[in-house]
C-alpha cells in the first residue's frame, strides 16, 4: 500500500515579504510573526496544494541544500506542522484547487 | 461647512505631516484649547482634507473603562474609547467626534485618522522620538522607558527635534520622510513643524556603552512592527501595515542603538 501522500497550502489570512534570505510571514488573524530560513522558504514557497511534499522536499531542499531525502523529510514534517499549528499553512492529504481554502 | 449658518464655527485647520484636517466646533473655549495644543500646526491657509466636527458632550456620556477600538461598519470607519465616540468617512470628507472639551479625545482621534490615513500610501505612526541633523531625519524607537525622550533631550544644538514620542513616517515617491509632529510625550511641547528624509532608524537599548550594531532584516521588522501604532484590526489594515514595515526595512538603513544617557551618543548620530 502507498504511503499517503501530505500536500500543503498557504493560508489566506497571512502577509508575506522576503527579505535577504527570510521570508518573514504575519497572520493578519493574530498579528503572530514567523521568521523562515532559507530552507523554510523553499518548502513554503513551493506550498501550492498541487505539489506532494515530498517532491518538494526532494526538488527544492535536498538539491539546493544538500541533504538526504529522510532527514530533510522529517525536519519538513515538522516545520509544516508548527505552521499548520498556528494556521500558516493547511495541509491535506489530496490536492488543492487553486482557490480552493481547506 | 458642516455647520448651519445660525452656529457660529470655532474652525481650526491642523496640518500634520502635509494632511491638513479641519476640526469644526461651535466652542470659543474648545477652539482655544485646539490653538495651543497644536501650535506650530495650524495653517489657517491650508485647503483641508476633510473635516472633523466636534460635538462637544459631559465626560459622563461614556463608558470610562472602554479601549480604544477601530472598525468599519456602513463604509465608515468608527472608533470609541473611554472618552469619545467618532466616525470617519473618507468617502464623505468629512466625520464626526463626540467628546467632552479636553484636548486628549481630539488628540487621539487625530492619531487614529492619520494611520489610517497613512497605511494606504506605505507610511505609519510610530513610537519613536525623531530629530533632523545636517539635513536628515534619525528616528529612535522603543517600547515605553527604552530611551525615547532621553535621546531628545541629549540633543546639542545643532539638531532639531521633531517629537519626543511619536515619530510621523511617510513613504513620497519611493522615500521616506519623517514629519514633525505635536503628540509630545514628557516633553510636552510639539515637535518642530519640518520633515527630512530618513537616513535610519535605531532601535533603543540602554547600555553602558555607546555602539551601533547592524541588525537582521527580520529582526528589524519584528521590533519595528512592535512600535507601529495601529488600531484596526481588520485583515486588511493588518497586512498594509506589515507591508509597510518590510518595506521600510528593505529601504531604510534600521540599527540597534546601545546607548549610555549622556550627550556623547550623539557623536554617533551624523
Keep these: ?102 | 461647512m458642516l455647520f448651519p449658518k445660525s452656529e457660529e464655527a470655532h474652525n481650526v485647520v491642523i496640518e500634520i505631516g502635509g494632511l491638513p484636517i479641519e476640526v469644526q466646533t461651535t466652542d470659543a473655549g474648545f477652539e482655544r484649547i485646539l490653538r495651543g495644543r497644536y501650535r506650530g500646526y495650524i495653517n489657517a491657509g491650508a485647503a483641508p482634507e476633510f473635516a472633523l466636527r466636534v460635538q462637544l458632550t459631559q465626560p459622563e456620556t461614556f463608558d470610562a473603562d472602554r479601549d480604544a477600538e477601530v472598525w468599519v461598519e456602513d463604509r465608515e470607519w468608527r472608533m470609541e474609547r473611554g472618552d469619545f465616540r467618532a466616525r470617519w468617512s473618507p468617502a464623505q470628507r468629512e466625520g464626526q467626534v463626540f467628546q467632552s472639551a479636553n484636548p486628549y479625545s481630539i488628540d487621539s482621534v487625530l492619531r487614529i485618522v492619520h494611520t489610517l490615513m497613512l497605511a494606504s500610501q506605505g507610511g505609519f505612526l510610530v513610537h519613536a522620538s525623531s530629530a533632523v541633523r545636517n539635513g536628515k531625519a534619525f528616528l529612535f524607537s522603543g517600547v515605553s522607558e527604552a530611551g525615547k525622550t532621553t535621546i531628545a533631550r541629549l540633543a546639542p544644538s545643532d539638531v532639531t527635534l521633531l517629537t519626543d514620542e511619536t515619530s510621523y513616517v511617510r513613504k513620497v515617491d519611493w522615500r521616506y520622510f519623517a514629519y514633525g509632529t505635536p503628540f509630545a510625550g514628557e516633553f510636552g511641547e510639539p515637535g518642530a513643524n519640518v520633515s527630512a528624509p530618513i537616513a535610519a532608524l535605531y532601535l533603543l537599548k540602554k547600555a553602558d556603552e555607546n555602539r551601533i550594531d547592524a541588525l537582521e532584516p527580520s529582526v528589524a521588522v519584528r521590533r519595528l512592527l512592535r512600535n507601529i501604532l495601529f488600531f484596526a484590526h481588520q485583515a486588511d489594515m493588518v497586512r498594509q501595515v506589515f507591508e509597510s514595515a518590510c518595506a521600510f526595512v528593505a529601504a531604510v538603513p534600521v540599527f540597534q542603538l546601545s546607548f549610555f544617557p549622556d550627550q556623547r551618543v550623539w557623536d554617533l548620530i551624523r
Design chain 1, 1 to 102: 500500500m502507498a504511503a499517503t501522500e501530505t500536500y500543503i497550502t498557504q493560508s489566506p489570512d497571512i502577509a508575506c515579504s522576503t527579505l535577504g534570505d527570510d521570508t518573514i510571514i504575519m497572520s493578519t488573524l493574530d498579528s503572530t510573526i514567523f521568521v523562515l530560513n532559507s530552507v523554510g522558504t523553499a518548502i513554503w514557497q513551493g506550498a501550492d496544494g498541487a505539489t506532494p511534499l515530498s517532491r518538494i522536499v526532494q526538488d527544492k531542499v535536498c538539491l539546493e541544500f544538500d541533504v538526504t531525502g529522510d532527514e530533510a523529510m522529517a525536519d519538513a514534517k515538522e516545520f509544516v506542522d508548527e505552521l499548520a499549528r498556528h494556521g500558516i499553512l493547511s495541509v491535506s492529504s489530496q490536492p488543492v484547487s487553486p482557490g480552493e481554502v481547506l
